[in-house]
Each structure stands twice: as C-alpha cells, then as structure tokens.
C-alpha cells in the first residue's frame, strides 16, 4: 500500500509534506525549495515543466505557461470577472461556458483541472523521490469558502494526477489542525488565510485533540495576487502617461510586470522603499524603452487600502457567527504569504486587538494539517477528532424563485437533512429540483449546483403529493441530493457536480492521457536536458581556449586546442541531427580533452612560479642576466616566438605596458587584484629600477 501525504494546491505556490515518527515532514522539492511555483509550462519542444522550470521561462514563453489556474477551476466561464480573466495566456469558453486553457505549443486546450493534475504529480513525485516508496493518496487542501462544484474539481484534478483523494480538507481547519498539535490546553483560535488568490476566516475550538470549526467566512476572489496586479496597473499606468504605451496590452511586457510586482511586494513587507527596474520593456520608433521607477511603502499602501478593507468584513462575519467577540479569541494564527504585508498584519491588530501568533511558518502550515489529517485516516493517529463546518447554506428554489435553505452555513459535517415539497399545479407529474449554494433570498441570485427531475408522480391536487428531499454532505464537503416519493417510492438522486465540473468519462479521458504522457515526457525532457549540457560543455571549452590563448598565447597546446576544437563541432553537428550516440561519445571525448587542456594549464603556472621564484634570492648582483634572459623566455615560451606584437594585441613599435596589463585583469575581475589570473607572476615586480 502506498504513502498518503498531505498537499496544499495553492494558487501561487504549493506544498506536500508528510507524517514521519509523528512529526510532519515538509518535503523539498528536486530545486531545494519547500514550496513548488503552481505554474505549468511548454518549452520550445512541447516538453512540460512544472514549478520553478516553468516560471523561469514564462517571460519568454507566456502563452504557453499557465499560473493562478487555481481562480478558474470548478467555475463557469460567466462567473470570471475582468480582472480575474487578465493573465498573459488565452481562456475561452466552450459551448457549456466552462473554462478553456489555450496552449498554442500543443495545440491543444487544457480544462483548469487538467494543469492542476500536473501539480499536483509534480508534488507527489517529489514526494515519493524523499520517501522511496510510491505515492497513492493525498489529503488535498481547499479554501474553505471553495463552493461544491469547486470541490468536486479539485477532487477530479487529484484522480487525473493518479491520486486516490482520502479528503478534501478546508484550509485554515488544516493550518489549525498543525497549530493544535502541540496545544492541549482549550483555545479558541481565529485562522486568518490570506493565500495567493483565496481569503478565509475561520474560528475553531481546540483542545484535547478535538478540532471543532464554529465559523467560516471569506472571498474565494480575494488574494495576494489582487495586491499584485495594483502594482501592475499602477506600473503601467506611469509608462503609459510618460511614454504613451500601455504595457498591459503586451503578453511578455505583462507577464515582466506581474513578476516584478509580486518581487517589489515582497520586498515592502520589509524595506520602506524599493526599485523597479525593467530595461528594455519595449520598444518604439524611437528605440528601445526602459522602465525605472521607485515604489514606497505609503504609496503602495494607498494603492491597496480599498483591497485591505474587503478583508474586513470576512472577520467580523466569522465573529458574529460564532457568537464571540474580539477579546474572547485567544490565538490569531496567520496563514498565507500575503499575510506578510505590513498593513494586513494592522488590520488583524486593528480587528482582533491582539498581536497575531508569528510562531508558525505561513506558507508551510496548510500542507503540514493535511499530512496529520492524512495520518488520521491512515490510521496512524487516533486521538484526534475533526469537526469540520460547511461554509455556505444548501437548498432549493421553491415557488415564486425563493431559496429554502436545509442546511445553514457552518453546519457541522458530516450532516443529512430533510424535508417535505410537494406539486405547485393540479395533476403534476414531475417536478424539478434545483440546488442551490449561498446565502441570498432569491435564487437566482445564488450558486446554481444543478438540477434533476423526479418523475412518474401520480395525478393528484397540487399540495398533495409528499416529496422528501434529503440533502447528504459528507467529510469531504460533497453533497449529494434525493428526492423520494413517499407514495410511490420512486426515487432519483443525483451527486452535484456544477456545471463546469468535469464529466466522469472527461475525467477517465485525461487520466489516461496523463498516465499515457508520463514517459514521454520523462524522455523528451531526457534529450532536451541532455543537449542543454552539450551546449554548456561547448561554451565552457570555448571559453578556456578563448582564456588560455589570452593568458599563454596562440601556440600554447596548438595541438591539443586543435583537437578539442574539432570535438566542439563535431558536438554541435551531433545536436543538430539529434544523433544521441553520437552526443554521448563525443561528450565525454571533449570532457577528456579539456581535462586534458586544464593539466597543461597547471603545468605552465607551476613553471613559471618556479622561474619566479629565481629572481626572490637575497644574491640580486648576478641575476641581472637572469633576468633579461626570464623574461625573454618567458615571452617566447608563451607567444611563440621572440616579441612578435600580434601575438599581446599591441601596436607595431610599442612596448609591452605590464601596468596596463594588470589593471585591465583587475577591472575584469577584482578578486584577482593580488595575483593576476591564472596565478601568472606580476610582471611589474620585475621592474629593474626596483632592484
């Protein structure tokens, strides 16, 4: 049986981390790094990088590399707003209004599930790399004002990526679940989660391992990258007034934008003022334009305070929900990289009239209370209860398009709910039952989860028949719906799936394609790592030849630096034809050669520290000779001949200026100051008026 792990599939950054000696393990990934970039990408060759591979190249490559999918997935093309649909790739809608990715390099069009699964096995390969046994199972962390039909497309990412999901978990239960760990005392703790793309507010009470959620509120349209992208806009507005062009409208001058803006971001959580510096932003008749601005913290707290302001109202709904006010929280634990920025953190101060905890680490801790909920269904741990709540209010339209609510919000689930409906008109012999998600009256005015019909009703006055409708929310947040008709016993039920959930032969479609890709890809990406090293050894020869001849002449190992330069064209032609033999051989070949090349290299320095060394004896009246006779053995050691200029780049008549000499190596590398490169002996302590 495989390992279950714990994965927090963030908007900006995700997480995986595990159980290990009951303690939670955050796992790095293959870069060193504990968080994964969630971006996917498409290199020159259709090769799939994911993480930070892929937001490397995404400047250049934007229409091909796919971030922030997380704001897309599990919704309706019709529910995006403007600012949520300006990235620098292409979404469309299909002919359902669900979601559509363009990747032109494939031409092809992926759903938001679809680049989440490629996370999300990034995330379990990793993790099954540090454990040395395969992954199975996750524990998959959701915002826990996620609505049913974005569960269920976080669930169906989880399979495609070839994941059995044990649960779909709310994120700040998962951050209070970490915290609580090592708390036994009663607590009541507020989780303030300000993710990449997501804002929620829990409150829970904790002790003697039981985690019960009393509230939950939040903005699943909410998120460190709306900070991001006022600095964007406030970016592209100064250019646009200076220069006359609006970098927005630009895939690659966007995507150079929004990386800057998150860095100057991060940067004023710590610094009063930062630089931005963009050279060679564009380009216009005139020549190329640059961008270089200074950004301060006031100016950016200006820009944001409409966006500080909307998290407000999430804390004091969860307050007021729970029944408690401000001095009755006793811990405020912070979760999400956001919640860094210095005027978020007064907010809390403002709201909660406590400093916040600082003793959890914001980015880790989601991950590491899916890795204990995962050893809790494993079975691993057993003296913890969670009591999870759902986050919005479930029910169905009714006459005259009102909602009637079965289950409020943060009810504890899991949960089953009932009640009776009956026919609106005479002789009715079905009826439609439309589920509903939110908290609005009316329901046109809420989440549409779906509908299905009940057929076969006997003929009956309308009010006469008696039709139970039972609302089932399991662990996971999941619902599902039954209507029975208590006369007949006929019965239709259905598990909602929204209208921009995938379809279950959808699901089987790309997991199978995704299996089917797995070795393909691993060796696609073979080859192409494999050149990207041959044109780096190429490089690295050409410049130790460039080097030896600047520092030893052009006849230093003449032949040797034939042979090697017969090898690097050679290589460049087996990359060429895509001869992968060939590039093995001749790989290490060249390898050889330039070991070869670094001994001689060695050889020539240890020989010349020996004639240094000639002239530091204490009897200087008999190297007056010596001297001449060095130095002109020395030139003609190194040049190939007795003073032929060509061979120093010098004029035709002109003496060697050793001085100059040494102050250019110095200004190319100042490290070196004391002893020129190479170890070569500083000719100017040679200098005969010193001795």
Known sequence: MGKIVGIDLGTTNSVVAVMEGGKPVVIANAEGSRTT?????????????????????????????????????????????????????????????????????????????????????????????????????????????????????????????????????????????????????DQTVLVFDLGGGTFDVSILEVGDGVFEVRSTSGDSQLGGNDFDKLIVDWLAEQFLEAEGVDLRRDRQSLQRLTEAAEKAKIELSGLVSTSISLPFITATAEGPKHLEVELSRNEFESLCGDLVQRLRYPVEQSLKDAGLKPEQIDEVV?????????????????????????????????AVGAAIQASIL????????????????????????????????????????????????NNQSQVEI????????????????????????????????????????????????????????REQSITIQGASTLSETEVERMLKEAEDSVETDRLRRSRIEKRNRTRDLIDRAERQLREASQEFGFQFASNLRRQIEALMRELRDSVEREDDRAIDLKYAALQEALYELGREINQAIKEIEEEEEIFKMPDMSNLSKSFSKGIDAVRERFSGDGDDFRDFDREEGNDWDWNQRRSDREQRNPAQRRRPSREQPAWEDWDDDEW
């Not at 006055?461 to 599902?480: M, W």
């Open 378 to 425: 494993a079975g691993e741990m057993k003296d913890i209860l969670l009591l999870d709540v759902t986050p919005l209010s479930l029910g169905l339209e009714t006459i005259g398009g009102v909602m009637k609510k079965l289950i409020p919000r943060n009810t504890t689930i899991p949960v089953r709910r009932s009640d009776i409906f009956s026919t609106a008109e």
């Open 37 to 185: 970039p969630s971006v996917v990408g498409f290199g020159k060759e259709g090769e799939r990088l994911v993480g930070q591979l892929a937001r490397r190249q995404a400047v250049l490559n934007p229409q091909n590399t796919f971030y922030a999918v997380k704001r897309f997935i599990g919704r309706t093309y019709a529910e995006l707003s403007q600012a949520s649909k300006r990235v620098a790739y292409t979404i469309r809608r299909d002919e359902d209004d669900n979601i559509k990715i363009k990747c032109p390099r494939l031409e092809k069009d992926f759903a938001p599930e679809e680049i989440s699964a490629m996370v999300l096995r990034k995330l379990a390969d990793e993790a099954s790399r540090y454990l040395g046994q395969p992954v199975t199972g996750a524990v998959i962390t959701v915002p826990a004002y996620f609505n049913d039909s974005q569960r269920q497309a976080t669930r169906d990412a989880g399979r495609i990526a070839g994941l059995e999901v044990k649960r779909i978990l709310n994120e700040p239960t998962a951050a209070a679940l970490a915290y609580g760990l090592d708390h036994k005392n």
């Open 434 to 489: 439309h589920v509903l998600q939110g908290e609005r009256e009316m329901a046109e005015h809420n989440k549409s989860l779906g509908r299905f019909k009940l057929t076969g009703i006997p003929p009956q006055p309308r009010g006469e028949p008696k039709i139970q409708v039972s609302f089932d929310i399991d662990a996971n947040g999941i619902l599902q719906v039954t209507a029975l008709d208590t006369y007949t016993g």
């Open 334 to 366: 912070l979760v999400g990289g956001s919640t860094r920025i210095p005027l978020v953190q007064q907010l809390v101060r403002d709201l909660l009239r406590q400093d916040p905890n600082q003793n959890v680490n914001p980015d880790e801790v989601v």
